[in-house]
């Protein structure tokens, strides 16, 4: 018989709380990530528009082009990082396919992270420009580094690769041997029956039969039955050899 009220409770290891608390630090500075994008987004038309202002090229264009890949990008990258923190709920409750599918969405999101870190560490900021009726990227960096705060720059540098370290080090503590046996589903253990308990089924000779119910006339434990005697009938002429049942002499 199993019970499952004395079935141990599995104990979370420590480095699947640990990978939890660096998924949700990485929604965190993917939160930051984004107001920054956003409190800085009116600067960087500006510069922008200021950049191919005497050129060929429409500002005003290049602009919402930023606005579609800076903005949307950001949001994107918001939105699964909040899948990230729904699922290291799940794995903190032992669920394996939740742990799967983290890897999935996390091996997503580093090379998306790490990409951008790739693309602002080889040239910065580029729109295209280089051409014979635009700005050089040079230029169109210079005026981005001009309009925008001195601290945006490394700060969104900083914040990409904490956000990369954290990530790949979730992902690795989820993948390590100490944390397959949390992942596994219990098995259900077997408990010997209670002492005194009753249980229903055929019993062993020697062994004391079921009780009886109420109203049921029992058996006798020891001896013979015992019955009447029949009835005696009219017709039965009493024995002679009973003392006064003589009859009298007649001679």
Do not use: H
Request: charged share 10%.
């Amino acid at each position: 018989m199993v019970d499952s009220q004395s079935t141990p409770a599995r104990q979370r290891p420590s480095i699947v709380s640990i990978s939890s608390y660096l998924l949700f630090l990485f929604l965190a500075l993917q939160v930051i990530s984004l107001i920054i994008t956003l409190s800085t987004f009116g600067k960087t038309r500006d510069a922008l528009r200021e950049a191919y202002a005497g050129s060929a090229t429409d500002g005003e264009q290049v602009a919402d082009v930023f606005a579609v890949i800076g903005i949307g990008g950001s949001i994107v990258l918001l939105l699964l990082a909040v899948v990230l923190g729904v699922l290291a709920l799940f794995n903190n409750q032992g669920r394996n396919g939740a742990r799967i599918t983290t890897w999935i969405v996390g091996g997503i999101m580093v090379c998306c992270v790490g990409g951008g870190l790739l693309s602002n560490a080889a040239g910065g900021f580029n729109t295209g420009g280089g051409t014979s009726d635009g700005p050089s990227p040079e230029e169109i960096q210079r005026r981005l580094e001009e309009a925008l705060p001195s601290w945006v720059t490394p700060v969104s540098l900083l914040l990409g690769v904490l956000s990369l370290i954290a990530l790949i080090t979730a992902l690795v503590l989820l993948a390590l041997p100490k944390a397959n046996p949390f992942f596994r589903k219990p098995t259900a253990g077997w408990e010997p029956p209670t002492p005194g308990a009753s249980y229903p089924g055929p019993q062993a000779p020697g062994q004391p039969g079921y009780p009886q119910a109420s109203g049921e006339p029992g058996y006798p434990s020891s001896g013979e039955p015992s019955y009447p005697p029949p009835a005696a009938r009219p017709d039965d002429t009493p024995p002679t050899d009973r003392p006064g049942s003589t009859p009298p002499s007649t001679s």
